[in-house]
């Protein structure tokens, strides 16, 4: 009896301690990257406190990208991290026509939303045209954002989330994360509670989508970052340079934010993102399988 009680204490820790990678892994990285720059901080006292963060940001992300393969070796037992983590082939046909089929739909959402802005007299159109330097941002945010947080969350978490409570919650748990992540950025944005679960309830949905959609792309995440730069990057530049969105327009429309509104959290943005998860309906009863090569080659033929 007191075995059996041993080892039944025994296997809790060691599922306590399974989370213990996964939780302390990024704050470890971010913390080198602080240590690293905090120095500059002292040197160059000119240097503002957002650029220095950035700088720390671009170090604890390289740290990310010199050890993901040997986490996926040691931690996954997968051999080929560069398939494990969706990135085997990005210059391939195939992933090229994923990366555009992404984009696509990124357009297509946008399209869902400003339709009823020109309908409702809410937009008007500016005549200037594209400046260079916001396309160039354009490209670079969706570009830079789509494959940093692709890579973060639909290919090392995603593969975490299903280590440690399997696949058929793995892929709601690194949803909830993603969404949950963007938390503190959301409340220095004033919002009020309506507004900041709305976002939130977006974000899931999107969340969602984006792991939908490295299914239906046989495991590659360049589908991914098509859809999630496409957003990004897309809507950039449609407020930027594009369309004067009048500060009368209801938020159900451009969702919550009254300054830099984002359509993610409004009504129209969480109905898109709720049609487009029932587009990609097939691709839920893939993601019960294991995330591994036999999974992603099982949704060939799934795509819509």
């Known amino acids: 009896m007191i075995n059996l009680i041993a080892a039944s204490w025994k296997n809790w820790l060691l599922q306590r301690r399974r989370w213990i990678p996964t939780v302390s892994h990024l704050p470890f990285l971010y913390f080198c990257g602080w240590l690293i720059v905090r120095p500059l ?20 992300f390289t740290f990310f ?83 940093a947080e692709e890579l973060v969350f639909r290919s090392w978490l995603w593969g975490e989330a299903n280590l440690l409570v399997g696949a058929s919650k793995g892929i709601f748990l690194q949803a909830g994360i993603f969404s949950l992540a963007h938390l503190s950025a959301l409340i220095k944005s004033d919002l009020s509670f309506v507004e900041l679960i709305s ?59 009254s300054v830099t509104p984002n359509p993610i959290g409004g009504l129209i943005g969480i109905v898109c993102l709720a049609l487009t998860l029932f587009c990609y309906r097939t691709a839920f009863a893939i993601a019960e399988r294991p995330s591994n090569g036999a999974r992603n080659a099982s949704a060939k033929g799934a795509t819509p």
């Open 199 to 257: 976002l939130l309830i977006g974000l899931f949905l999107l969340g969602l989508v984006l792991a939908l959609r490295r299914i239906l792309d046989n495991g590659s995440l360049s589908g991914c970052i098509g859809l999630h730069g496409g957003l990004v990057g897309l809507w950039f530049l449609i407020d930027a340079d594009l369309i004067e969105i009048l500060p009368t327009t209801p938020t159900w429309i451009v969702g919550p934010g």
């Open 65 to 147: 990208l010199f050890t993901l393969p040997s986490w996926v070796k040691f931690r996954w037992r997968y051999r080929k991290p560069s398939l494990a983590l969706g990135l085997s082939g990005l210059a391939s046909k195939h992933s090229v026509r994923s990366f555009f089929r992404g984009f696509c739909w990124a357009g297509v959402l946008l399209v869902c939303i400003l339709a009823p802005i020109f309908l409702g007299s809410w937009g008007d159109l500016v005549g200037g045209g594209i400046s260079i330097a916001n396309f160039i941002n354009a490209v670079f945010l969706g570009i830079g954002v789509g494959f």
């Open 41 to 60: 901080g002292f040197l160059f006292e000119k240097i503002e406190q957002n650029d220095l963060s950035l700088v720390g940001t671009l170090f604890t």
